[in-house]
């Protein structure tokens, strides 16, 4: 039976805007890419089971076809006045397409006698009716801009106009001649002169200035034009046929309800099917403030409502045709409408080109590049954007209310004010007002949508827009929460600088040097700063040296930009630091003006932004683009079907002129023998390139060109012998995508050869033909070729995704240029003054490389032009939307290919499902391999015994258990001094049991099977009844057939089998359980030793388990040393060493070095206790059988190596044993279980992956490492001289005058500087003279770090040996361009997915469908849910209860007070800056103070409401508490004067948290919140190991580097002489930032550095420097940053659902049923009782509705709609006491009694299924229920549950399937027995009514037999259950009263035992055919009505009773 659809979540997320009250667009954009073609996810061929138990209230029926329309489809049927009524009615109740799309997503009613009509349906397929043309007929419709009607001659006129066929394709051709336009005007160089004096740019008036001008003005003339016929024809704002007298009706009155239908498929289905319509009159009173408010929000709105009514344009083409008529819904939104006769013209136009387009045999490209249009291979340019503009034409939708005609509105706007400007000399005159300009541009962005696939990507951006915009929410917040703790704490720190004073004149400031104090030239003592009133400030941050100051100035860095001292100044700095570019340097600038430890506040912002919230955008970019594809079966990135591009398998025939010949031949197999030849020779071509030097001979060179040419030649060869491998077949040939490619290659690089082009300068470049070949090496590596292919498999997607991309930095590169042209000077990489000079800094923005420099630049530009605020708005928000939005899209682009198809999750589900039944075989380590007790003959001790062998394994067993379990002394003491003892050890034992949580982890025995659930029922002490008992039985039953069980008990086999074997063995050999042959299990000191430490493979067999009390006390020493380890490493720095012997001489037995003596001999001890215990290699719990074992002896062997060569020479031997000190801090690792876990799950079990993707990402550089050899070998050299005079290498000799300026100041101290040629170093040294240094460069650029300075030397190198020139070679730009985009973009995101892909398996989410994986968001969601603690009952006394609905009532007027405080107290937060003025900071301390006070009465009010106990509950009422009073009483203090520093912080603080409170009160704040705190742990553990890896890297960076001189980039803070310089410094390496600057300074080598005699030097190392930064740069850019975003997405993924039960279960419904759980669950166990269900149940509603009828059907509302409005009192018109029955009968005849029957179906279900899942003498649990609920109401089980789960379920919905049948014999069965009883004493009265006396009566019995006293227990298959009709339980039970009559038809239970027969699992037998099994049991759950239930009778023990008592009931 068919079941309502599911909603997806692509369909849901589109329509949410409209949800949140949008109304601006009437629709989705058109659908002609088909993304939501197939959003329906009924009919997936996948299903395991057909039906639904909980939907098949109604009988089958099919989707129908019909061409619907938005108000009234009438269905033409040829039948009775009946039917025309009945579908009058479902129109009436039809959801109303309010998006103009299909209606297959929308809920539906069912139609009544559905199973009738589509049996008729069925008969006549043809019955679809064909609707008149009524675009045609009505046109138009309405009234535009007030006077142009329907009939206006204008109106119709420019309709007409704009539905003329060429009218879009001439406009869409005038776009891009404005395009045009607009790049030649942009490509002339409009920056300022270098020399140009003068800060403003010389004034312009005019428009009129070139030709291009002219041009823009005409082409904005016809703009105007067309905007004009649009409005006339659809109207500007409000809907045609909404009159403007709307707007003059008062805002404050109440109208009738506007029936307006559901904006989307989840507001249908909760309308119609969830919550019940409130159809009847409510009980009228007077308007609440919060309801007149409401009417004023509609009545605002309400002018700008759309009319339901617009006709959609019918499908034009027979694609168009022949989709509407297939049951898969498409839309018919976009086309235009035409004739019959033009449609079949149409019709064989289109046959005709799909033949052309589509052959037989389709080539390679009709494959790979599909786009969404089967008929087409290609669609059209701009196809789509045509048709969209028709269809919105000829819709009739308003101007403003759609997204491409505002933006067009807004381009056209922005024109005429640019124009109007220009022409009054406003624009450009002293001011600059570019920003209109720049919006006229947007005219220019419709050609986004030049392809489908760009189109489809807008669109898949816009179905993300909802989610995106709530996470763009969430980190505004949190972004204005880090500005405002910004401004109180860092408030005015940048104007501190080191000033030099001068004897005459202002001192001199140095800039870029922050300070927070000096030394006194009087004192030599460290002074505090001086403040800019002259006063002394406070000592902190850099100390000025001896003649310098650190003065406060009154200006700011980067022309007052970078500060903390506004909150706009300061929002900018916080988006700079979230960027995680540029922001190190406000770190570091911010230490020297403040303190050490201001970094915490960068790093945490760092941590939060950029690692987790920045994150949520990538997790809603991949999860809804995830969802997009599962829904639609098609790209997100292109709307191509996603079948992957796979060649055809080569059959062994083909056709050849009607003939078929073999299709191999000879030569083809000679081939496949020799294919690894030219793999071999692509490898040799890619050598040989690589070994071009820069100084090579002419021999190298000549064996370059030759080899070249006859590698050349021999692939030509090859060609030739694949084209005649394909003979006679040839054409087949250019059917595989790999043929072409080779084909188009060979040719190429033939081509290259010719001597003109191989001599010129271009031939460089063009060797990327010959480096491409090297593809083939990478697909021959193992497990390269999947990769390869997975990463650009769909290439469709990723070429769709760069065009997008490089479409859109085009599109921002003209508004740019447009915006800041003509006011930045020449000489700056950056100057806008070209098209293509924006495009670079825009790509820069988007690469985030740098983009500070580009902000300030342009920013500091345009502060003299007022137009600052517009440059930063423009940089930053480009910056903000390239980096979080469109970079994440290649992620989703790459992620795509990594995912399993939606059709095929379920049948691997399955194939994973039997893998995991079946016995799994262990392969032999290699240990046990290597054992030598395996080849020595065997010498036991013991006599042996032949025992049979059904005895061997329980006895091994019962051996086993004796040698396992521990004996337990005293355990028959009393249970009371048992009790005692816990009490007084209780804390003691817990600490215990944390400590060994802590090390070894929960000890848990994991899931509970039923088998357990089912004894432990048993064994309660609650007194039995019936009810339970019949319970008991149905989990007997469930629990036989859970698998959870079997495989348990299967499992305890196993493991006992091979226990025992291993016991058989200790005792064949006697001497293996014996370590070093010495210690047998008997030894003292081994068991003392075993009682310390935990066996490494598994329980001892024959020893004693590990103490719980000893062992955790022990790994606790241990972690104590491992802390004291690295706390000493800590202190004792090689610099400190140093100056430690250098004050105490030199001398063995320093402090340190018994330190480290002691923590080696403390790790050793461990380990000789660990080998004691249970040996080394060869025992049964060997040492080394643990891989944790394992990594501590190698910490062990490094600690020992570093303490013994310590102790024997001072010092130390060499950096490489003094970098051994770093393995301690992995031993953190190894000692806390949760690390362990961490580590494993997370890095080892994907490293594999890892390494994949490394090893690709290396293979695919190194072609472009060979290009870049080729390209710039030798070039880039230039002198370090760059004066004037300096033109090519032989100017660059002698020396120069160096003017270096001091920093920050106009003072010049010149010095001489040697010329040198050599390469360059901006910031980082490299050249591409060598294969190795090329590859090196590379390799950094890829980390998109350093690449913007690479690009501005290569794009000014003029030739070999010539100086370069700036911007002489723009070209040149393109190698890194491309490199950037495909290199570095493609394999960092290639890392990023692979992390997400190894979550997503470690998880087991990869291979769940969409259903599924949002009932596990849905769980985690429920189960995240507590219920809330306030009181049963109100208060009764005035006060206290007040304060109680104060409390209770979250949507009422006092706490919307509250909120709005708070809101309020945010933005007072805000105003604060660093300038003091008195009379607003007077204000806003008051503010706050006021803020305060009500904050914490509000907290009493609560407090005292709810009492203490309810109150404490909630973790944010304690945060209030917390919060409100130490807030209150801190500024109290301020206020009063007392204040110190330690207040002054506190009282910041408070009055920030308060903020918090907003994160509290608003809906999608909280859920995040509480997302972020449920998965918190897992957060923590991945820190937590991250922080582990940090101290590890820092202490070998310390040791390594602490005594390297400084290069460029070391200042005082930037180093690693300390651990906390190392830690902080690692913290910004790992955002990439500067880490290859400091791996070249560290790479220092002689004569660069000093060697003294005694060894000592300051020299770095080129090996350790190379290592130890890529290894760090690898491992926490690469592996653990993006870790945190496989965290982040993989978490917060349940956030983000917008369909399915996560959807409907909102904040309210939550809270209304927490309030009714309050009311009937037990405040003591916090359990429902089960005589509470039904009253439970009763009070439910909303989403979790379960009522048999609805409330407007509840007898208190029939009875008032029944009521005469005059009270009469006429029996002979049905009018009794004032009641009409006439109403009464109307209202009871409306019932939809389908429905009812489908409610009182669920309602049976659900009371049943809670019966037993209740726990006895308990009740169910709070999260139980609701996911009881979720069930029933909120998913479809067959399509929602894994297969595990499933099978499960459908156990669980036979039994109850059971209990509601026998409920329903019951009923039927005691209702016949009342209604005989009835009939009985009726017939008694009437017959002593009649009685004669003395005449005796004679009274016939007509009473059946009692059924036979036999019972058939409903856990045997194909049987009813019995039960006693005294069962108070059931939902149908009677009043007991009526239970004591003589005659009774109940069957008492038996004395007798009941004979349980155990049935075979379904589950247990599953074998491939599971998905029949399943149909079959779903199948039996029907919940369908009496008829279905009759038929389930059938065969039972009841049929033949019931059928009688029906005959009988007749008479």
């Known amino acids: 039976m ?148 329907p009939r206006s001659r204008v109106r119709l006129a420019m309709y007409k106009f704009l539905l003329f066929p060429w009218t879009e394709p001439i406009i869409l051709l005038l776009i891009i001649v404005n395009a045009v336009v607009l790049t030649i005007q942009a490509s002339r160089n409009h920056a300022l002169p270098e020399d140009f004096k003068d800060d403003r740019p010389p004034p312009l008036t005019g428009y009129f200035h070139r030709w291009e001008d002219y041009a823009l003005f005409g082409l904005f003339c016809l703009f105007t034009l067309e905007s004009f016929a649009r409005i006339c024809v659809s109207g500007f704002l409000l809907d045609p046929e909404v009159p403007v007298s709307t707007f003059f009706s008062s805002p404050f009155a109440s109208y009738p309800d506007i029936h307006r239908p559901p904006n989307t498929a989840v507001e249908a289905s909760f309308n119609l099917n969830r919550t019940p319509s409130h159809a009847g009159p409510p009980l009228r009173r007077g308007a609440t403030i919060t309801q007149r408010l409401r009417n004023f929000r509609q009545n605002l709105a309400r002018p700008f409502m759309l009319a339901h009514n617009k006709v959609p344009p019918q499908p034009t083409s027979a694609d168009a045709i022949s989709k509407s008529a297939t049951p898969s819904r498409a839309r018919s939104d976009t086309v235009q409408s035409k004739s019959p006769m033009i449609e079949k013209v149409m019709e064989g136009a289109q046959a005709a080109h799909a033949h052309m387009r589509n052959p037989s045999e389709p080539t390679f490209f009709a494959k790979a590049l599909r786009s969404d249009n089967p008929s087409d291979t290609l669609a059209l340019p701009f196809r789509l954007s045509v048709a969209d503009s028709k269809g919105q034409t000829q819709r009739n939708l308003p101007y403003l209310r759609h997204s491409w005609t505002r933006i067009d509105f807004l381009a056209i706007v922005g024109f005429w004010v640019a124009f109007g400007l220009a022409m009054a000399g406003i624009e450009h005159g002293k001011y600059h007002i570019g920003v209109f300009r720049a919006l006229s541009v947007l005219r220019t962005a419709r050609l986004l949508a030049i392809t489908s696939g760009t189109t489809t990507i807008m669109r898949s951006l816009k179905t993300a827009r909802p989610l995106l915009a709530s996470v763009a929410y969430f980190v505004l917040f949190a972004m204005i929460l880090f500005s405002i703790i910004g401004i109180q704490s860092f408030g005015g720190s940048f104007r501190r600088t080191c000033q030099i004073a001068q004897s005459q004149g202002d001192p001199i400031q140095l800039g870029s040097q922050f300070c927070g104090g000096y030394i006194d030239p009087n004192t030599l003592e460290e002074a505090p700063y001086i403040n800019a009133d002259g006063t002394n400030a406070t000592i902190k941050g850099y100390i000025c040296p001896l003649g310098q100051t650190c003065k406060e100035s009154g200006t700011n860095p980067q022309e007052n930009i970078q500060s903390f001292d506004a909150i706009y100044f300061a929002a900018l700095q916080v988006i700079i630091v979230s960027s995680a570019n540029g922001w190190s340097p406000l770190m570091y600038q911010m230490m020297d003006s403040e303190f050490f430890v201001s970094c915490v506040f960068f790093i945490i912002c760092i941590v939060v932004l950029n690692f987790w919230l920045i994150n949520l955008f990538v997790a809603v970019i991949t999860n809804t683009f995830s969802a997009i594809r599962s829904d639609t079966k098609k790209s997100a990135f292109g709307a191509a079907p996603l079948a992957p591009v796979v060649d055809e398998q080569e059959e062994g025939w083909s056709m050849v002129d009607g003939r078929r010949v073999a299709g191999r031949n000879r030569l083809r197999d000679i081939y496949e023998n020799i294919r690894w030849c030219w793999v ?32 050349t030649i021999t692939f030509d060869v090859e060609i030739v012998i694949r084209v005649l491998a394909y003979l006679p077949d040839w054409r087949k040939f250019f059917f595989r995508g790999q043929n072409l490619l080779d084909l188009f290659l060979a040719i190429g690089t033939t081509v290259i050869q010719i001597p003109a082009i191989h001599n010129s300068k271009v031939y460089p470049w063009l060797t990327f033909l010959q480096l491409m070949r090297f593809y083939r090496v990478i697909l021959e590596i193992p497990r390269m070729k999947p990769l390869l292919l997975a990463v650009f498999g769909n290439m469709y997607g990723l070429a769709n995704m760069s065009l997008f991309l490089i479409e859109i930095n085009l599109l921002v590169s003209l508004v740019a240029v447009q915006l800041l042209s003509g006011d930045v000077k020449e000489g700056e990489p950056v100057d806008f003054g070209t098209l293509y000079n924006a495009f670079i800094a825009i790509y820069q923005i988007f690469s985030s490389e740098n983009w500070t420099d580009v902000l300030y630049q342009a920013a500091k530009a345009e502060i003299p032009l007022r137009q600052s605020i517009v440059t930063i708005f423009f940089i930053a928000g480009w910056m903000f939307f390239a980096n979080y939005i469109v970079l994440q899209m290649f992620i989703a682009v790459i992620n795509e290919n990594f995912d399993v198809a939606e059709e095929s999750k379920r049948s691997r589900q399955a194939s994973h499902y039997w893998a995991s039944h079946r016995p799994q075989q262990v392969r032999a380590g ?71 949580r802590l090390f070894a982890g929960e000890i848990t025995a994991g899931d509970v099977p039923m088998t357990t659930l089912r004894n432990t029922r048993r064994d309660s002490t609650v007194p039995a009844d019936a009810i339970d008992e019949e319970t008991e039985r149905h989990l007997e039953v469930l629990a036989a057939l859970n698998n959870d069980t079997v495989d348990v008990e299967e499992l305890n086999d196993a493991m006992y089998e091979r226990r025992a074997q291993k016991a058989d063995f200790i005792r064949d050999h006697p001497t293996y359980d014996k370590t070093f042959w010495i210690f047998s299990q008997k030894n003292w000191l081994r068991r003392m030793c075993q009682k310390l430490v935990a066996p490494a493979g598994g329980d001892r067999i024959f020893g004693i388990p590990h103490s719980p009390i000893a062992h955790p006390i022990f790994q606790l020493i241990l972690l104590l040393t491992v802390v004291a380890g690295i706390v000493v490493e800590s202190i004792a720095t090689p610099l400190y060493r140093r100056q430690f012997y250098k004050d105490n001489g030199l ?115 190194i072609p472009y490492a060979v290009w870049g050899l080729n390209i710039f070998a030798g070039i880039t050299n230039q002198c370090n001289d760059t004066g004037s005079g300096i033109n090519s290498i032989s100017d660059c000799v002698n020396e120069f005058s160096n003017n270096a300026a001091l920093d920050g100041t106009n003072i010049n101290l010149p010095y001489l500087v040697p010329r040198v040629w050599d390469n360059p170093q901006p910031s980082t040294k490299f050249s591409f003279d060598t294969f190795r240094q090329s590859l090196l460069i590379l390799f950094e650029i890829v980390s998109l770090e350093g690449w913007i300075d690479v690009l501005g030397v290569v794009m000014g190198v003029r030739g070999e040996g010539l100086q370069p020139v700036n911007n002489a070679s723009v070209v040149n730009s393109i190698f890194f361009l491309i490199y950037n985009l495909l290199g570095g973009v493609v394999i960092f995101t290639l890392f990023v997915s692979i992390i997400i892909g190894n979550f997503t398996s470690k998880t087991g989410s990869a291979l769940l469908t969409q259903p599924q994986r949002e009932w596990i968001d849905l769980q985690k969601l429920i189960k995240r849910q507590r219920p809330s603690k306030r009181p049963k009952r109100r208060p009764t006394w005035a006060v206290r209860r007040w304060c109680f609905d104060r409390a209770v009532h979250k949507h009422g007027w006092w706490s919307r007070m509250m909120t709005t405080l708070f809101a309020l107290h945010i933005i007072a937060l805000m105003t604060q800056t660093f300038s003091q003025e008195k009379l607003l900071d007077d204000i806003r301390e008051g503010f706050f103070i006021a803020i305060s006070v009500t904050y914490c009465v509000d907290v009493l009010v609560r407090l005292y409401g709810l009492g203490w106990t309810s109150y404490t509950a909630n973790g944010w009422n304690m945060f209030d508490v917390v919060v409100a009073f130490g807030s209150f009483f801190t500024q109290l203090i301020v206020h009063l004067g007392a204040s110190s520093f330690l207040i002054d912080q506190l009282q910041k603080l408070f009055i920030t948290c308060i903020a918090l409170k907003l994160v509290q009160r608003v809906n999608s704040l909280n859920k995040l919140f509480k997302t972020a705190v449920g998965s918190l742990p897992v957060i923590l553990s991945l820190l937590t190991l991250w922080v582990i890896l940090f101290i ?117 419904e939550m809270r209304a049923f927490k309030k009714v759980w309050a009311e009937f669950a037990n405040p003591r166990t916090g359990y429902l009782e089960r005589h509470n269900f039904v009253r439970f149940f009763g009070r439910l509603s909303g989403i979790f509705e379960v009522k048999i009828y609805p409330t407007e059907h509840s007898i208190p509302r029939i009875m008032a709609m029944s009521r005469d409005p005059h009270n009469r009192h006429s029996p002979s018109e049905k009018i009794i006491d004032g009641f009409d029955f006439n109403r009464t009968e109307a209202v009871l005849g409306g019932l939809d009694r389908p429905a009812m029957k489908r409610r009182k179906n669920l309602y049976n279900r659900l009371y049943h299924e809670a019966r037993i899942s209740h726990e006895p003498g308990k009740g169910i649990s709070f999260t139980n ?142 074998s491939i055919d599971a998905g029949s099994r399943l149909d079959g049991s779903m199948l039996r759950d029907s919940r369908a009505s009496d008829d279905d239930f009759m038929s389930s009778m059938n065969g039972s023990m009841w049929n033949d009773m019931m059928l009688e008592a029906a005959e009988e009931d007749k008479d």
């Open 926 to 996: 290699w240990l046990r391999k290597l054992n030598p007790y395996r080849w020595l003959k065997a010498q036991p001790k013991a006599i042996e015994v032949e025992l049979p062998s059904n005895l061997v394994l329980p006895m091994q067993k019962a051996l086993v258990q004796d040698y396992t379990l521990p004996k337990r002394e005293g355990s028959v003491k009393d249970a009371s001094v048992k009790r005692q003892g816990s009490l007084r050890n209780y804390s003691a034992k817990s600490t215990l049991r944390k400590l060994q």
């Open 1592 to 1708: 590890f890297f820092a202490i070998l960076y310390v040791e390594v580097f602490s005594l390297t001189k400084f290069g460029t980039g070391e200042t005082r803070n930037m180093n690693y002489t300390s651990m906390a310089n190392a830690l902080v410094m690692l913290a910004f390496m790992t955002t990439g930032e500067g880490w290859n600057q400091f791996m070249h300074d560290y790479a220092s080598d002689y004569p660069r550095c000093t060697i003294s005699s005694d060894g000592d030097t300051d020299c770095g190392s080129v090996g350790w420097a190379f290592v130890l930064f890529i290894a760090w740069n690898l491992l926490s850019m690469y592996i653990f940053a993006n870790l945190f975003t496989g965290v982040v997405v993989e978490s917060f993924y349940y956030v983000f659902q917008m369909s399915g039960g996560a959807k409907s279960i909102t904040r309210e």
């Open 1147 to 1261: 001398f063995r037995g320093t402090w340190f070095d018994i330190a480290e003596g002691s923590f080696a001999l403390m790790l050793l001890l461990e380990f000789i206790i660990k080998i004691v215990a249970d040996g080394f290699s060869f025992t049964p719990n060997a040492y080394v059988r643990s891989i944790w074992n394992v990594l501590d002896f190698f910490i062990l062997a490094g600690v020992l190596i570093n303490s013994v060569t310590g102790l024997i020479f001072i010092g130390g031997l060499s950096r490489i044993t003094r970098s051994l000190k770093a393995l301690r801090a992995l031993r953190l690792i190894t000692l806390v279980e949760k690390m362990r876990s961490t580590f494993e799950s997370l890095i080892i079990s994907g490293i594999v992956r890892i390494l994949d993707a490394a090893l690709l990402a290396i293979l695919y550089m």
């Open 2 to 149: 068919a079941s309502l659809p599911g909603q997806s979540s692509a369909s849901l997320i589109s329509t949410h805007n409209r949800e949140s009250g949008d109304t601006t667009d009437s629709t989705r954009d058109d659908d002609e890419a088909h993304l939501t073609a197939n959003m329906s996810r009924q009919g997936a061929g996948s299903d395991w089971s057909g039906v639904d138990a909980e939907r098949s209230g109604v009988s089958p029926g099919s989707r129908r076809r019909t061409v619907r329309y938005s108000d009234s489809p009438l269905k033409k049927t040829g039948t009775t006045l009946k039917t025309m009524s009945r579908n009058l009615q479902r129109a009436s109740l039809r959801v109303v397409n309010f998006g103009n799309g299909g209606l297959e997503d929308h809920a539906r009613l069912d139609d009544l006698d559905e199973g009738k009509r589509e049996r008729e349906e069925d008969e006549d397929v043809h019955e679809d009716e064909v609707l008149p043309d009524l675009s045609k007929s009505m046109p138009i419709r309405g009234r535009t801009l007030g006077f142009f009607g």
């Open 680 to 711: 071999g020779f692509a490898l040799l071509s890619v050598v040989l390139q690589a070994t071009r030097t820069v100084n090579m001979s002419d021999l190298h060179q000549e064996i370059l060109d030759k080899g070249e040419l006859a590698l």
């Open 1825 to 1966: 229920m609701l996911l009881l609920l979720a069930h029933h109401k909120l998913i479809v089980d067959r399509e929602a549950l894994v297969l595990k789960d499933l099978v499960v379920r459908t156990e669980t919905n036979k039994l109850v399937t059971d209990l509601v049948d026998f409920d329903r014999v019951q009923s039927l069965l005691l209702m016949i027995l009342y209604r005989r009883r009835y009939v009985a004493q009726r017939d008694q009265a009437r017959m002593q009514y009649f009685e004669q006396p003395g005449v005796p009566a004679i009274m016939i019995d007509d009473t059946p037999a009692t059924p036979p006293l036999t019972t058939r227990d409903i856990t045997s298959p194909f049987q009813t259950p019995v039960h006693r009709a005294t069962d108070m339980g059931t939902p149908m039970s009677m009043t007991p009263g009526l239970t004591s009559a003589d005659i009774s038809l109940t069957v008492d239970t038996p004395s007798r035992p009941l004979q349980r027969r155990q049935r075979t699992s379904d589950a247990s037998m599953l």
